[in-house]
């Protein structure tokens, strides 16, 4: 069960500290020229208190809860698989358990913060730090932050509309790709049909003359 916990825990970290990271990332695309120079740079006191200022502000404190309901939701399955009958507040006791563990351990020496920290620090300046968090401050910012999860939500919505209404033009680009290779997509079973394995049904004897 301890091997199964931590391999739901690792997957379902990315997601979420992912999201932190691009919602605390400057404007105009400077991460990637400021890695350098932000590397050679000293985490001076005050360069410190901006990050995790700025981690607050992104909602670095809600990563814990992230974690503990989509780590618990990933283990339902299985779970489920081997007791149909487990009781669901068996998950929530689950759930609440990583939720208090990880908060326990969020802002110690070597916690989820300072580690936080030090990636920003290595890839942002002290003053590109500033500069987001002059922008997270400003009513533009706020808006930004307060929004980010309806934006992104709708966004991933519309990205699937549009890419439904291309559905056709993909499906001929499938085909085209797959002959290339010589090869074909197996057809749909015909509607109707009994699937593969199943026990033919036994055929009918004539009725017997008086």
Not at 25 to 45: I, N, R, Y
Not at 110 to 117: A, M, S
């Amino acid at each position: 069960m301890k091997t199964f916990i931590a391999s739901a825990l690792a997957l379902s970290l990315l997601a979420p500290i992912a999201s932190v990271f691009a919602q605390g990332a400057p404007a105009g695309g400077q991460a990637a020229s400021a890695a350098a120079p932000a590397a050679t740079e000293v985490l001076t006191d005050a360069k410190r208190a901006n990050i995790k200022k700025l981690l607050e502000l992104t909602g670095v404190r809600g990563i814990p809860e992230q974690i503990a309901n989509s780590t618990v939701q990933s283990m339902v399955g299985g779970i489920r698989q081997l007791d149909p009958k487990f009781p669901e507040r068996g998950f929530v006791a689950m759930r609440d358990a990583i939720l208090s563990g990880l908060n326990a351990n969020i802002d110690v020496p070597g916690g989820l913060i300072e580690q936080v920290t030090l990636v920003y620090h290595n890839h942002f300046t002290a003053g590109e730090i500033a500069d987001t968090l002059r922008f997270y401050e400003s009513p533009a910012g706020k808006k930004v932050i307060n929004a980010q999860a309806k934006i992104n939500a709708e966004t991933f919505q519309t990205a699937m509309r549009w890419a439904d209404s291309m559905g056709a033009e993909l499906d001929q680009r499938i085909d085209a790709a797959l002959k290339k290779e010589n090869l074909k997509l197996p057809d749909p079973p015909k509607q109707g049909a009994a699937p593969a394995g199943a026990p033919k049904a036994a055929a009918k004897e004539p009725p017997k003359k008086q």
